[in-house]
């Protein structure tokens, strides 16, 4: 019983048998061989269609560039502006105007041929490979139809199989189990030798689409040259039209760069200069000074533009917190001004006074030695003008003969000075107002202001517009007679002088 029962395959080990192709059922998919191979055409498929795409979107960019062209073709279409200032003889040397020509007809040849590549990119590589792409569509379509009518009826021979196999496989289970009478169907001899009928069926048919695989591959190696083949034809086109078109635009942008390159670097501004030399300006003539041309100005030897007196002069700063002088250049013009620069050099810097006196609303101080003194307003524009309001100014010139040349000058313009004896007057005391603007030039306060000692202008005798008043409060006192202040008035006596005037 025993030697019997381990003679006969249990359902089991027939189950698990070793893995590999001695396998009843096959554990792989039975479609495999073909599917890889129609996997295989799909992916030639898509490859060709990838290219396709490539082609076409090189096509449009061809489309595109010929576009793209016209609009720089239109940058210059119209003639050059002031087109005159170039060459427009007919010579046998180019100039800027013979490259603009070539410029032009060459961009013209790159729309053309941008147009004329896309053309023939659409009708020859374009279409290769679609008729490509087509055919192994085709023959997918062909080869899935004849290798899946054999797999099927592989698979329906394993399917039967399969059955019979397990079906022993109970049997068998069931005929060591127990004494059961069995049916002669059910008998396992009967069923092994239903197995070995049905099994030897799928092998047949298993051989039969095994021939039909073995047939496909070799038909499959034929095609694939083919279409390698077909792909490198298409590769081959388009390197034709795409690097022909590439080349061809090189040379037409080497020509115009040869243009250039030809034109003489001084040939243009030659023909320009012989074309122009009316209007240039010719080297060999010497360059303008203002020597020559200012007496060519309208007015400029007016008298009213002619200084009365001008120079160097030492100025005391009007701020009381400062000592000593400063040098300014003052000029005297007929305007009846009194201007003081910075310096005398009208040529270095735009000549706007510092400090304007109006000399007909000022008082002029008697010299004392090289000092003398002008009281007024500043009519300048300048911020210090704002703030002094009216000051006495007090100068120092280089010598004593030089201080009383700008005193006579001076006294002539504003007529300061006339008959009669003069008349001194007292000073007023400044108010509040000008306590302000005194505190407000030396940063004082107004209390501190207030509290600094009278300055010489505030003690001394202030003239009035026909006397000068006094510069040092120490000068000699003059006695003099009595006279009246007023040519009209005969009978009243005038004032005698008071301790530091001067007679005039």
Request: hydrophobic share 35%.
């Amino acid at each position: 019983m025993s030697a019997n029962a381990s003679a006969v395959p249990s359902r089991q080990t027939t189950m698990t048998s070793t893995a590999g192709d001695d396998l009843a059922i096959p554990e792989f998919d039975p479609n495999s061989t073909a599917g890889i191979l129609v996997q295989r055409l799909r992916a030639w498929k898509h490859a060709v269609a990838y290219l396709e795409d490539y082609v076409e979107a090189v096509e449009k960019v061809h489309h595109s560039q010929a576009k793209e062209y016209e609009k720089v073709l239109k940058t210059i279409s119209h003639p050059l502006r002031e087109g005159d200032h170039f060459s427009q003889l007919s010579t046998n040397v180019a100039g800027v105007a013979t490259m603009f020509e070539v410029l032009r007809a060459n961009t013209q040849g790159m729309i053309t041929s941008n147009v004329e590549t896309q053309k023939k990119l659409k009708e020859t590589v374009l279409h290769d490979l679609k008729s490509l792409h087509n055919e192994i569509k085709d023959y997918s379509k062909r080869l899935s139809h004849g290798l899946n009518k054999g797999a099927k009826a592989v698979e329906k021979s394993r399917n039967t199989t399969q059955k019979h196999i397990e079906l022993l496989g109970q049997h068998v289970a069931s005929f060591g189990a127990s004494g059961v009478e069995l049916t002669p169907a059910d008998d396992p001899y009967v069923l092994r030798q239903g197995v070995i009928y049905r099994l030897y069926n799928q092998i047949q048919d298993e051989n039969v689409h095994r021939t039909e695989l073995i047939t496909a591959q070799a038909q499959f190696k034929d095609f694939e040259v083919k279409v390698v083949k077909c792909i490198q034809k298409a590769m081959e086109d388009l390197n034709t039209l795409a690097g022909g078109h590439a080349e061809h635009i090189r040379s037409l942008y080497s020509q115009v760069l040869q243009t250039a390159q030809n034109i003489p670097p001084e040939f243009e501004w030659q023909e320009f200069r012989a074309r122009r030399a009316d209007v240039l300006v010719n080297e060999n003539e010497p360059p303008r000074e203002l020597e020559h041309l200012l007496p060519l100005v309208p007015n400029n030897d007016n008298p009213s533009t002619k200084a009365l007196i001008e120079g160097s002069l030492d100025r005391k700063s009007r701020n009381k917190l400062s000592w000593g002088y400063s040098t300014g250049y003052y000029v005297v013009t007929p305007a009846r001004y009194l201007h003081e620069f910075k310096d005398n050099d009208p040529k270095r810097k735009d000549p706007q006074p510092e400090l304007s006196i109006y000399l007909p609303d000022a008082i002029i101080g008697a010299p004392n030695g090289e000092k003398f003194h002008v009281k007024g307003k500043d009519k300048s524009k300048g911020i210090t003008s704002k703030l002094a309001g009216t000051s006495e100014l007090q100068f120092k010139a280089h010598s004593v003969a030089e201080a009383q040349k700008w005193f006579d000058v001076i006294r002539n313009v504003t007529s300061a000075l006339g008959p009669g004896v003069a008349t001194p007057l007292t000073t007023p005391t400044p108010d509040v107002e000008d306590k302000r603007l005194e505190a407000a030039t030396n940063n004082l306060t107004l209390n501190e202001a207030q509290t600094l000692p009278p300055s010489p202008h505030e003690t001394g005798v202030v003239s009035s517009p026909t006397n000068i008043s006094p510069v040092d409060a120490k000068a000699p006192v003059a006695t003099a007679p009595p006279t009246y202040a007023a040519a009209g008035d005969a009978k009243a006596p005038a004032a005698a002088p008071e301790k530091g005037a001067l007679p005039n």
